[in-house]
């Protein structure tokens, strides 16, 4: 049986995960002075980094409460906690943490190598960590951290390092959920037996199968059954599954149909799923991945001024995105929520022109119709900022939330829990575009999402997989 480790947190893995003080199974946890004065200092105010520090004050505030000077020398133990993940990126379901909180209370009579000097909070974590190495020789100990520059200075002085990774969702994002699969040729050689087949009251086709693919399938995931006749083939949506049985339905056809939704059709298989998706009322919750150019907002503002404007089944489209700039920021801008909100929403902009232009005709009444257009639309369509999501409730809205590759698991909770009976919403995202420092692609809330909600019977989501935007834009995706 392998020793008990013990772990040196640094603040930023409490503040990354204030659950991460139960997440390392038997093993021991060490947490440095300068690490609870740091959390003193990142408490006040009301952002997201003063709630979370205070966050982390009242968990480690409920482990001390009751102790002694005595016992908490001797360690604090951790409670036995059921997670779904335990350890540093590790660990089994339902998992009981064992191990002991140890505060520094002793001044430590380690120094640091003249190479490092100064008395910066970092360099007072790698001090203590060499103290916790010596007065421990026996046991492997490791330095947490998510900043990689302490890690590698600790690398330097000799002291073991690991990365926090419990809260990745995904060891590859190459195995993140897609949201389609195809059949192989023989698919109807295999399921057709006993096979069940009818019409729904949209006069779709629809199909009950057996056989063994089935138990690899998730509900509201799109089948295609390529033909040799048909360069198009056959496109399925799986409604239901129920032990080695499953329900399909044929999907409705909107890149060659003769219906397109807000004037646009789908050009390709993958944009017909995600309009399958945005345009089903019984889906509450879709989520759209894709590079620069597959069309993730179009199509789903496309879909939302459809059913906002002709359908009326919601009342207005409610858009967001995190507030991340690319180059040097441009410092605060006067105006309302909405105003302020405006310059971040170029990508809206852009979209509602191609949606909005008139189609044949000219002259002025072509430009009095694109008036009168973004009249109306510019009652329907409510530009709101992240900031003050908190404690609000949308009825009957359609939600889109653009760039949501920017947030946390922890703010994409805060966001889905908004939406009210009547609501559906979508996050659109590009895992490669990540602008915010502390999150990587399988940090990422969206992946978090992705993950969590894939087989729910009212979610759905869908990766673009071609850009559709220009030879250029193709060309440039390819080659840089």
């Known amino acids: 049986m392998s020793k008990k480790k013990i772990f040196v947190l640094d603040t930023n893995v409490l503040m990354h995960d204030p659950s991460s003080l139960f997440r390392f199974e038997e093993h021991d946890l060490f947490i440095p002075m300068v690490v609870l004065e740091e959390l003193d200092g990142l408490k006040k105010g009301a952002s997201e980094i003063a709630r979370t520090a205070r966050q982390v004050s009242r968990l480690l ?20 906690t059921a997670l779904k993940k335990s350890g540093n990126g590790g660990g089994r379901h339902g998992a009981a943490s064992t191990g002991k909180l140890f505060f520094q209370t ?43 520059n302490l890690r590698i200075k600790a690398a330097i002085v000799g002291v073991h390092t690991e990365d926090y990774h419990n809260d990745q969702v995904l060891e590859d994002t190459d195995l993140l959920y897609t949201g389609y699969t195809t059949l192989p040729a023989d698919f109807w050689d295999k399921h057709s037996d006993k096979m069940e087949s009818w019409q729904d009251e949209r006069a779709r ?65 993958e944009q017909n799923f995600a309009l399958n998706l945005l345009l089903d009322p019984e889906i509450d919750f879709v989520t759209i991945l894709g590079t620069a150019g597959t069309g993730k907002t179009l199509l789903t503002l496309a879909a939302g001024l459809a059913q906002v404007l002709d359908e009326t089944r919601y009342r207005e489209i409610i858009m967001t995105r995190v507030t991340v700039p ?45 008036q009168a257009t973004n009249d109306i639309l510019s009652k329907r369509i409510k530009i709101r900022s992240l900031n003050f999501m908190r404690g609000r409730t949308f009825l009957n809205r359609y939600i889109i939330i653009d760039e949501a590759q920017n947030l946390t698991a922890k703010q994409m909770k805060t966001l889905i829990t908004r939406c009210g009976p009547g609501s559906k919403m979508i ?12 999150l990587s692609e399988t940090t990422s809330g969206l992946t978090y999402v992705v993950d969590r909600f894939q087989g729910w019977p009212h979610g759905g989501h869908v990766t673009l997989a071609r850009g559709e ?3 250029l834009a193709a060309h440039a995706s390819d080659i840089l």
């Open 205 to 269: 086709a629809c199909y009950k199968i057996r056989g063994p693919l089935v138990k690899q399938w998730h509900v509201n995931q799109f089948l295609h059954l390529p033909d040799d006749a048909d360069d198009e083939g056959l496109d399925m949506v799986v409604q239901a599954v129920e032990g080695n049985s499953a329900t399909l339905r044929v999907i409705r056809d909107y890149q060659h149909g003769k219906t397109p939704v807000w004037g646009i059709h789908a050009k390709n298989r």
């Open 469 to 471: 935007r220009s030879r």
């Open 326 to 370: 690319l180059g040097e920021d441009i410092g605060f801008l006067p105006g309302t929520e909405e105003e302020k909100m405006t310059p971040w929403m170029g990508a809206l902009m852009d979209n509602l022109e191609v949606l909005t232009q008139p189609h044949g005709g000219g002259g002025s009444s072509n430009d009095w119709e694109r």
């Open 106 to 148: 002793q001044p430590t009579e380690t120094s640091l190598p003249g190479i490092l000097p100064g008395n910066k909070p970092d360099n007072s974590i790698l001090i203590t960590a060499l103290a916790v190495q010596a007065a421990h020789p026996g046991r492997p100990v490791a330095l947490v951290s998510k900043d990689i």
């Open 61 to 80: 505030d409920d482990l001390v409460a009751g102790k002694d000077h005595s016992q908490i020398e001797k360690g604090i133990p951790l409670p036995t």
């Open 427 to 438: 996050c659109l995202g590009n895992l490669a575009q990540i602008d915010t420092p502390y």
